[in-house]
C-alpha cells in the first residue's frame, strides 16, 4: 500500500484539469485516478465489492414477520371468538386476518433492528464522533505520492485546481484504476494549512 492524495472536484472539467496538472508536475499517468463517488446511500448503484449487498437489519425481518404473523393470528382468533355473540361467526375470522397482518408487521420490525446498535440508556451514553463525517459526492482525483515531497506537490497541485476537499489514504493505484478505495470510508481531510 501507497500514500494516497485525492481531492474531490464539482465538476468533470476541472477534475480532467486536476489530472493534466498532475501529470504536468510529473506524476506517471498510470499513478492519477479519476472517478465519480456518489452521494451517501447510493454506492450499490455502481456496485463495488466494498459496499454492502443489503441493509444488515433486514437479515431476519422474514423470520420475524413469519413469527408475528402465527402470534397475531392466535391472538386475533381468541378476540373473534369473544365478540362472536355481538359481531356474528365472521368475527373470529376477521380477527384472525387482521392479528396476522398486524403480527407479521411488529414481528418483522422487531427483527429489523441493528443488534450490534445499543439501545436505551446505553445509546444515550455513547459518544458521538463528530469526527466521522462521511465522504461527499462527486469526481475524485487521486494520485499514488510515495514520498513527503511527492505528497506535498500533489496537495498543492489539487488545491490550486480548485479542489473542494483533499484527502491523504493509503490504497493502490495501477493502470489509473484506484481498486481498493471504499466509497464507505470515512476521508481523512488534509487541513488548509498542511
Known amino acids: 500500500m501507497n500514500t494516497i492524495i485525492a ?8 477534475a480532467e484539469a486536476a489530472a493534466l496538472a498532475l501529470e504536468a508536475k510529473g506524476f506517471p499517468r498510470d499513478q492519477i485516478a ?15 465489492r466494498l459496499d454492502p449487498e443489503s441493509s444488515a437489519g433486514a437479515h431476519h425481518a422474514g423470520a420475524g414477520a413469519a413469527s408475528g404473523a402465527l402470534g397475531g393470528t392466535g391472538i386475533g382468533t381468541v378476540v373473534g ?31 429489523m433492528g441493528d443488534g450490534d446498535r445499543p439501545t436505551g440508556e446505553a445509546a444515550q451514553s455513547q459518544p458521538v464522533d463528530d469526527e466521522a463525517i462521511p465522504r461527499k459526492s462527486g469526481m475524485l482525483v487521486a494520485v499514488g505520492a510515495a514520498s513527503a515531497s511527492e505528497q506535498e506537490r500533489a496537495i498543492s497541485v489539487l488545491r490550486e485546481q480548485g479542489a473542494a476537499d483533499v484527502e491523504r489514504s493509503q490504497g493502490s493505484i495501477a493502470g489509473s484504476q484506484w481498486n ?15
Open 34 to 48: 479519476t472517478f465519480f463517488v456518489n452521494p451517501p446511500g447510493q454506492h450499490d448503484t455502481q456496485a463495488t
Open 81 to 111: 371468538l369473544a365478540t362472536m355473540p355481538v359481531l356474528g361467526p365472521v368475527s373470529a375470522l376477521a380477527g384472525a386476518a387482521i392479528g396476522g397482518y398486524v403480527g407479521s408487521l411488529v414481528g418483522a420490525l422487531e427483527k
Open 7 to 14: 481531492g474531490r472536484f464539482d465538476a468533470q472539467a476541472r
Open 180 to 194: 481498493d478505495f471504499d466509497p464507505l470510508s470515512t476521508p481523512a481531510l488534509v487541513s488548509s494549512e498542511a
